[in-house]
């Protein structure tokens, strides 16, 4: 038999099961349905302006931890449990996506204020009472009824993060120069799949990354300008052309700027 069976209270465990699902569930969902509607960084936008420095504060705390002992996760779940309420309540929120799912907001509300005393018992290791966990199953069932109870675990088995982030941009890099070597050359870029995955998605981002990237994006984009020129007989001496008054080199240089401060902040160091 583990030693540790029976250490910790069934009434603990089983609170701690529902409200793990409850709390995850809805962070993801605020990242699913607030992206969908708003783009990847949709969080600049629509966290209220104290929850969005709150997520920042913690942000700049965590990014003092040795890199490699870090896994970056989206901004949502940097705040506390309270903000996410208070993020879904949010009048524009509420009207443009959560209140398809939750219908009325009061109930909501009143559901994770009886909630959050409790999530914060478990937290700190406290003995759950049987009301306790009367009123977080209570809690589940509700926010299970609303989603779908397979949405919900499924939303819930997710954490969104950022997988390897120096690896990605090292990468990026090596897809900025293969491509400038080909414009040079007046010969076709190919489909820039590094690009097309880290341009869109949540963590490239200056606000995030705590460093400015807006270089790199120029610089893809102008690469994206150059892949839509007309190719055929005839035409070499306007992509010539396109390439001399593109501005591409210096563009070029102005995002190696980035990526060394980049490589410098994602090093691996303190």
């Known amino acids: ?21 409850i709390e995850v569930g809805l962070r993801e969902l605020i990242i699913e349905t607030l992206e969908a509607k708003c783009g990847p960084s949709w969080y600049k ?14 942000r700049d705390y965590e990014r003092r931890t040795k890199w490699l002992q870090l896994v970056p996760h ?31 907001r009061d109930v909501f509300v009143a559901t994770l204020n009886e909630l959050e005393p409790i999530r914060n018992r478990v937290a700190h290791n406290r003995k759950v009472s049987p009301q306790d966990l009367q009123v977080s199953q209570a809690a589940y069932a509700k926010i299970a009824a609303a989603l779908g109870e397979n949405r919900l675990i499924s939303l819930a088995s997710r954490c969104t993060t950022a997988d390897d982030i120096p690896a990605t941009l090292s990468l990026l890099r090596e897809e900025a120069d293969s491509a400038l070597q080909c414009c040079k050359l007046c010969q076709p870029v190919q489909a820039l799949a590094i690009w097309g995955a880290v341009g869109r998605d949540w963590w490239f981002d200056d606000d995030y990354l705590g460093c400015q990237v807006g270089a790199i994006r120029r610089y893809f984009e102008t690469l994206l300008g150059y892949q839509r020129l007309p190719r055929h007989k005839g035409s070499g001496y306007k992509i010539e052309a396109w390439v001399r008054g593109s501005g591409i080199e210096p563009q070029y240089r102005g995002a190696m700027q980035e990526f060394s401060a980049l490589a410098a902040e994602y090093s691996g160091g303190a």
Do not use: C, S
């Not at 996410?84 to 398809?100: A, T």
């Open 45 to 58: 936008e629509r966290l209220p302006g104290e929850i969005l420095q709150a997520y920042r504060g913690a």
């Open 1 to 21: 038999m583990n030693r540790l069976d029976g250490a910790v209270p069934d009434e603990n465990l089983l609170a701690y099961t529902l409200i793990f699902v």
């Open 74 to 104: 989206h901004p949502i779940h940097y705040l506390d449990f309270p903000h996410l309420r208070i993020v879904i309540e949010r009048g524009d929120n509420w009207e443009d996506v959560f209140k398809e799912f939750f219908d009325r």
